[in-house]
Nanobody
Framework: QVQLAESGGGLVQAGGSLRLSCAAS????????MAWFRQAPGKERDFVAA????????NYADSVKGRFTISRDNAKNTLYLQMNNLKPEDTAVYYC??????????????????????WGQGTQVTVSS
C-alpha cells in the first residue's frame, strides 16, 4: 500500500497557474503508475493525467493537453501537476491516485478510476472568471 497526500490547491484567476503536489509514503512508489483525477460538485471523478514508472511516459485528458504537465520525482516520492492557463471549467477537487504499474501491462497506465487502489484526500482548485 501507498499513502498519498495532495497539496498546492487554491484560488486562482483564469489564465493563471498552480502546481499541485502529491506526497507518497511507502517504498512501492517507484513501480506505481501515478495519476491525477478531478471531481467537480455533482459530477463524477474524471481522469486528468497519468505517468508510468518504467519509461516516464505521460498521458492526458483532451481537455488539459497543452496546459497541464504531470511529472514525478521518485527520489522525493512526489507527484506533480503543473497547471497553466487555467480555466473556470478546471475548478474541481483534484486527487492523486496510484496503482501497481504491472496491472496495466503493457500500456502501464489507465484513465479509469476503478483501476486505482490508493487515493489522497484531495485538494481544492478554484479558478475564477
Amino acid at each position: 500500500q501507498v499513502q498519498l497526500a495532495e497539496s498546492g490547491g487554491g484560488l486562482v484567476q483564469a489564465g493563471g497557474s498552480l502546481r499541485l503536489s502529491c506526497a507518497a509514503s511507502g517504498r512501492t512508489f517507484n513501480r506505481y503508475t501515478m495519476a491525477w483525477f478531478r471531481q467537480a460538485p455533482g459530477k463524477e471523478r474524471d481522469f486528468v493525467a497519468a505517468i508510468s514508472w518504467n519509461d516516464g511516459s505521460t498521458n492526458y485528458a483532451d481537455s488539459v493537453k497543452g496546459r497541464f504537465t504531470i511529472s514525478r520525482d521518485n527520489a522525493k516520492n512526489t507527484l506533480y501537476l503543473q497547471m497553466n492557463n487555467l480555466k473556470p471549467e478546471d475548478t474541481a477537487v483534484y486527487y492523486c491516485a496510484a496503482a501497481p504499474s504491472t496491472r496495466f501491462f503493457p500500456r502501464m497506465w489507465s484513465p479509469r478510476q476503478s483501476d486505482y487502489d490508493n487515493w489522497g484526500q484531495g485538494t481544492q482548485v478554484t479558478v475564477s472568471s
